[in-house]
C-alpha cells in the first residue's frame, strides 16, 4: 500500500479546467500504475482514467476522453489530472488510486489497493 493525497479541485465555470495533483509515498511510484476516479453523491464510483507504471499507456473513460489528460511525474511521485472543458456533470469528488499489479483491466476498482482521500470539484452552469 502507498499513501496518496489529492489536491487541486475547487469550483470552477462550465468550460474552465483544474488541474488535480496527487501525491504518493510508501514506496516506490514507478511500479504501480496510478488510476482517477470520481463519485458523485448517490452514485456509483466512476472511472475516470488512468497511466501505467512506465507511463506509456494511458485510458480514458468515453466521458473524458479528449477534454482530460493524466499523467505523471516519477521523480517527483506525482500523478496529474487535468481537466479540460469542463461540464456541469464532471461534478464529483475525485480520488487517485494506485495498482501494485499487472491489472487486466485498471477501470475496475479491484485493481486498485491504495486510495486517496479524494478532493472536491464542483462545475457550475
Known amino acids: 500500500q502507498v499513501q496518496l493525497v489529492e489536491s487541486g479541485g475547487g469550483l470552477v465555470q462550465a468550460g474552465g479546467s483544474l488541474r488535480l495533483s496527487c501525491a504518493a509515498s510508501g514506496r516506490t511510484f514507478s511500479s504501480y500504475a496510478m488510476g482517477w476516479f470520481r463519485q458523485a453523491p448517490g452514485k456509483e464510483r466512476e472511472f475516470v482514467g488512468a497511466v501505467t507504471w512506465r507511463g506509456g499507456s494511458t485510458y480514458y473513460a468515453d466521458s473524458v476522453k479528449g477534454r482530460f489528460t493524466i499523467s505523471r511525474d516519477n521523480a517527483r511521485k506525482t500523478v496529474y489530472l487535468e481537466m479540460n472543458s469542463l461540464k456541469p456533470e464532471d461534478t464529483a469528488v475525485y480520488y487517485c488510486?494506485?495498482?501494485?499489479?499487472?491489472?487486466?483491466?485498471?477501470?475496475?476498482?479491484?485493481?486498485?489497493?491504495?486510495w486517496g482521500q479524494g478532493t472536491q470539484v464542483s462545475v457550475s452552469s
Open positions: 488510486a494506485a495498482s501494485p499489479w499487472d491489472a487486466a483491466d485498471y477501470s475496475r476498482y479491484t485493481a486498485y489497493d491504495s
